[in-house]
């Protein structure tokens, strides 16, 4: 796995988290990362719009889309 997909599985694990706590999980994990990694993995799967940050917390982006697809599929007009 690369480390993006490290730290998704970790978010997954957690669902809210601090830098702390995510880099306790990968160290337990077998895949220490240093700070800088692990903060430039965070802020690249942020701007990716995968991961949210709120006042040094992260966990996971809800899902876009979903109401769109059922609504197109189901059709939402009368």
Do not use: C, H, N
């Not at 306790?24 to 240093?34: T, V, W």
């Amino acid at each position: 796995m690369d480390r993006k997909a490290w730290v998704m599985r970790a978010l997954e694990a957690l669902r809210f988290a601090t830098f702390q706590e995510i880099q306790r999980y990968l160290d337990e994990e077998g895949e220490p990362f240093s700070k800088k990694e692990l903060l430039d993995t965070l802020k690249a799967l942020v701007q990716e719009g995968r991961v949210e940050e709120k006042e040094g917390t992260y966990r996971l982006a809800p899902k876009k889309g979903d109401k769109a697809a059922f609504d197109k599929l189901f059709g939402s007009e009368p």
